[in-house]
């Protein structure tokens, strides 16, 4: 299994308190994950969510569609743990699993039997290499009809655009977590999970998308850096 920052429990735990509640417009990347998902897969019984985190997706899907199952993976075991209790309302309809998302999709599940497959923040951890292995594996995964929907870090376009988004977060987790401008800057710029980014821009991303096969594949969503994304089988 790959180690990266994010198996650090110090690591999880800030992300989790400091950041995920704080990332800009999360609850509208979440609002059109769901409406896109809606409108061309509007019943999906079987889901996955790649690199679950705590749950968060999968526990809004299950929410949604009551007659849905869902399975989560994530490779780190503090996200994991944090899962299972996130999700204990939710215990009988879905099972989570300690693994690596770059090496294990093939085995969650038959190809051709899943309705739909997410991801939030997650898949920009792996090599570009790797990320199109992975679209190409969540392809031979879904249904005739199933979607991909990637709530995503992806790379600015140019490094000015760069400079303009990382002061922007800054900014914003500054405010949501009341906390002053200069902690926070210091504390994301020195960010340990940091090394772990493998951003690619989100156009190259759906392009590499609609080469596999995907249907109307789009960034559906986009505020500088953060992006959702994904396409139809």
Not at 54 to 64: D, I
Not at 115 to 134: N, P, Q, R, Y
Not at 209 to 225: A, N, P, R, V
Request: hydrophobic share 35%; glycine share 6%.
């Amino acid at each position: 299994m790959a180690t990266t920052n994010w198996q650090r429990q110090d690591v999880t735990q800030h992300y989790l308190e400091q950041v995920r509640g704080g990332i800009p417009f999360g609850a509208e990347q979440a609002k059109i994950m769901l409406q896109v998902i809606n409108h061309f897969n509007p019943n999906p019984k079987r889901i996955i969510d790649l690199g679950c985190g705590n749950g968060f997706l999968a526990e809004l899907l299950l929410k949604t569609y009551p007659e849905a199952t869902a399975l989560l993976i994530d490779h780190s075991g503090p996200m994991v743990q944090a899962a299972r209790e996130h999700m204990s309302e939710y215990k009988h309809r879905c099972e989570i699993i300690h693994g690596d998302i770059s090496q294990f999709i093939k085995e969650l599940a038959e190809p051709h039997s899943i309705d739909c497959i997410v991801s939030g923040f997650a898949i920009h951890h792996l090599t570009h290499d790797k990320k199109k292995e992975l679209y190409h594996e969540i392809y031979n995964l879904l249904t005739d009809g199933g979607i991909f929907i990637n709530i995503e870090h992806t790379a600015s376009a140019t490094p000015e655009i760069e400079r303009l988004y990382n002061e922007l977060f800054i900014e914003h987790l500054s405010t949501h977590n009341n906390r002053d401008r200069q902690e926070v800057a210091k504390e994301y710029y020195n960010r340990l999970d940091k090394e772990d980014n493998i951003l690619e821009r989100v156009d190259i991303q759906v392009n590499w998308l609609k080469d596999i096969g995907f249907k109307h594949t789009d960034c559906y969503f986009k505020w500088m850096e953060l992006a959702v994304f994904g396409g139809v089988k």
